[in-house]
């Protein structure tokens, strides 16, 4: 059930940002008129509380920001070196084909060609999940009619030579699960959880103690509530991989297609 809340607040930035920002802003306008009851009491020993209790609120929410911002951006390097990596293993396995019997060198091109094709659709398939299951589909069996040549090239020709198409392939194909389960890594629902409750209750207490001034500060109750659901919104794309504003490039992988289009006569 959070899960599915979670997913669907950070379905993209502009959810995010919206959500976020409605939440936050909320919560200093409640804090605000809780405060002004206080104000209005004229209780001056609750109000010498509101400043460490504020403190105290909005540093551990920065903690919690710095701490969840150090989560995606490690994440999205990740992602952003295994583009290389695949692409330095494809061009690698597309050279140690060279070594092939000729029966087979030809077709193993072609097929690391349309791999690379494939590898790119399921990048630009972003969140549509039919174009990513049809991208899936085309690289196990693309996969499978390379692993079906490798085989065939053991067998008549079982040298060290060709032992080393079998790493190279093999290495490619791991780096494929590697990039899947990078995709599925994501920065927990429950610290997402965590950082909504707290940046919630950091605004609240933000907007008591302008409401104890018994003054309206446009800081208090705008100013940072925007500026922390802006700040969420950054993270949050950080850590989705297909899609919003930050992206990974997959300029390897286009140098790479480039690279292996066939001698023009």
């Known amino acids: 059930m959070l899960d599915t809340i979670l997913s669907r607040i950070f379905a993209s930035q502009w959810h995010v940002i919206a959500i976020v920002s409605i939440v936050l802003l909320a919560a200093a306008e409640l804090g605000f008129n809780f405060g002004l009851r206080l104000h209005l009491s004229n209780d001056q020993a609750r109000k010498d509380q509101i400043g460490g209790i504020q403190g105290a609120m909005l540093g551990l929410l920065g903690l919690l920001l710095g701490f969840t911002f150090a989560m995606s951006v490690g994440r999205y390097e990740s992602r ?14 597309y050279l140690r084909a060279a070594v092939l019997p000729d029966a087979h060198k030809t077709g193993v091109e072609d097929l690391l060609r349309r791999y690379v094709d494939v590898r ?13 299951a049809a991208a899936e589909r085309a690289t196990a069996q693309i996969q499978r009619e390379l692993w079906a040549h490798a085989v065939s090239a053991g067998k008549e020709a079982p040298t060290p030579i060709t032992a ?7 290495d490619t194909i791991d780096l494929d699960a590697t990039r899947m389960n990078a995709r599925r890594t994501r920065v927990p629902g429950a610290v997402w959880l965590l950082v909504l409750a707290v940046a919630a209750c950091g605004c609240c207490a933000s ?7 018994g003054e309206r500060g446009a800081f208090a109750n705008v100013v940072l509530p925007l500026l922390i659901a802006v700040v969420i919104t950054l993270i949050a794309d950080l850590d989705r991989p297909r899609g919003g504003m ?14 292996l289009q066939p001698d023009q006569p």
Request: proline residues 2%.
């Open 80 to 93: 952003r070196a295994l583009v290389l990596q695949e692409a330095n293993s494809i061009g690698t396995t």
């Open 246 to 259: 930050i992206v990974i490039s997959q300029q390897p992988m286009l140098d790479l297609k480039q690279s």
């Open 120 to 132: 790119l659709d399921f990048f630009r398939a972003g969140e549509d999940q039919g174009k990513l």
């Open 164 to 170: 080393i198409f079998f790493n190279a392939l093999n």
């Open 207 to 213: 907007g008591y103690g302008a409401g104890a001034s």
